[in-house]
């Protein structure tokens, strides 16, 4: 078992390099199915999120190639059986990109229900809807969702519910359907264009990505191609809010700052100075931070990816704040343990009330999800002495060495090994 131990109160100074985004990976490595030849992934997080998804596609049957640590080449044409098993998919919820990919190849997927971060039912009705406009029929058989189509031909698709997942989903099984799919109430995140301009990148013709409308035309194949990934909104989010809670200057390279608009916007707020340059931006608190109320909405809105981090760091804002979760039901778990630390936070289904604190203490927690246990993190740099984070493969789902980043900035980070009872610290 693995543990971080964070002894808070350094203020932070430096340069962090932003990896790639995670839900942009994750959405390019299913969609990479549908190539007929090998595609140069850069840019990409190393993250066991990546790490599983590209094993996934490997234990189907496609040659994965590490050329270092950010850039990875897939070839797909090995993969013959379109159907990934519950013990391939069961630790990620973002496994469901492969019903899309494989249906819009093979005509048929079988994928085990996903797995994931655990914050709520996470239905895919909306994914499904789409694809039996498209043409597929579906069941579910023993924990596998079973889906097959005769052929794919493309309609017009209105999403009850604002869905990356439905929206990438769709998208990747109409790129070689048969004429025109049109997506309303589409996604907007950036990891949706960013999958869009992947897709083009291997000739597909998706247009609008970034839009309520996307308009996909279907082409008859898919060619190898080489892409470079976006920055990660949400690490560099993150670092942002752990700067808040630290205090200090950093300076954040690889980001896209448009992309950070939202969380910008909360933290100038609080007080916090933000500098944009073309693709870093400079972030410094120096006082204490002021109160505000946020509301989570998907993109352009203020990304439910970042509340448990702010949340956090309004924990020890001079008064009271609202926080109002408009994406996922339960969203909330990890108030718990920000509790433990000293928050006086109340939850009312989807809202938490947030009254500051001066200051958090140090104290043992778990990360209950991805961005709770990035939460955690982010309390601890500003809290009064130790603070042990367990469950942390939580976090390394999502984050590309944090140990190794936050120490390279000041903070004082370890990652310990706990086994039989006795404590071995490993490097960073
Ligand atoms: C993606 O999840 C992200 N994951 C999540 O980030 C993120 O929290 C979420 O989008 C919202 O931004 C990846 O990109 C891999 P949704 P996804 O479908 O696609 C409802 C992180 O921390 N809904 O946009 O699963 C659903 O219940 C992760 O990096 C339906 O009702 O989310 C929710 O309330 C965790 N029917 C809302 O839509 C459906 O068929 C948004 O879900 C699908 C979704």
Not at 46 to 57: F, G
Not at 73 to 102: F, K, N
Not at 135 to 157: F, R
Not at 318 to 323: A, K, L, M, R
């Amino acid at each position: 078992m693995e543990k971080l131990v964070i002894n808070g109160g350094n203020r932070l100074h430096g340069e962090v390099k932003i990896s790639g985004a995670k839900n942009a990976a994750v959405a390019i490595i299913p969609a990479v199915i549908l190539s007929d030849g090998v595609c140069r992934i850069e840019n990409i997080p190393n993250i066991m999120d990546v790490i599983l998804m590209a094993k996934i596609l490997q234990e189907m049957g496609a040659s994965v190639k590490v050329v270092d640590k950010s850039v990875i080449e897939i070839d797909p044409r090995g993969i013959r059986i379109p159907v990934a098993t519950y013990e391939l998919v069961r630790h990620m919820r973002a496994s469901s990109y492969l019903m899309g990919a494989l249906l819009g190849n093979f005509l048929r997927a079988e994928v085990a229900l996903p797995g994931g971060c655990d914050f709520g039912v996470r239905p895919v009705d909306q994914h499904l809807k789409g694809f039996g406009i498209l043409g597929a029929k579906h069941s579910v058989e023993g924990g596998m969702i079973k889906i097959k189509a005769d052929k794919l031909v493309g309609g017009h698709i209105y999403l009850d519910v604002v869905s990356v997942g439905a929206t990438v989903n769709i998208m990747l099984a109409a790129v070689k359907a048969e004429g025109r799919t049109t997506i309303e109430n589409a996604a907007k995140e950036p990891h949706i264009v960013d999958l869009a301009n992947f897709l083009n990148s291997m000739g597909a013709d998706v247009r609008g990505a970034g839009t309520d409308v996307i308009k996909i035309n279907g082409v008859k194949s898919l060619r190898g191609t080489t892409y470079s990934i976006i920055p990660d909104q949400i690490e560099a989010g993150t670092y942002m809010t752990a700067v808040a809670s630290a205090g200090g200057d950093v300076t954040l390279k690889n980001v896209i700052p448009k992309h950070l608009e939202s969380i910008t916007a909360k933290l100038r707020e609080m007080g916090v100075v933000i500098e944009e340059y073309d693709d870093s931006i400079r972030v410094v608190r120096e006082d204490r931070l002021k109160r505000c109320n946020v509301k989570t909405m998907p993109h352009p809105g203020f990304p439910t990816d970042m509340q448990p981090q702010i949340a956090a760091i309004l924990t020890i804002a001079d008064g009271t704040s609202i926080v109002n979760e408009a994406v996922w039901d339960n969203r909330f778990r990890y108030v718990e343990e920000l509790r433990r630390m000293g928050a006086a936070i109340s939850v009312d289904g989807k809202l938490a009330v947030i009254e500051g604190v001066d200051q958090l203490e140090g104290a043992p927690v778990k990360a209950t999800d991805l961005r709770a246990g990035a939460a955690m993190v982010v309390a601890a740099l500003g809290a009064k002495g130790t603070t042990e984070i367990e469950d942390i493969q939580h976090i390394e789902r999502g984050y590309e060495d944090v140990v190794g980043k936050l120490t390279a900035i000041g903070a004082d980070i370890k990652k310990i090994e706990t086994a039989n009872d006795q404590t071995v610290q490993t490097a960073g």
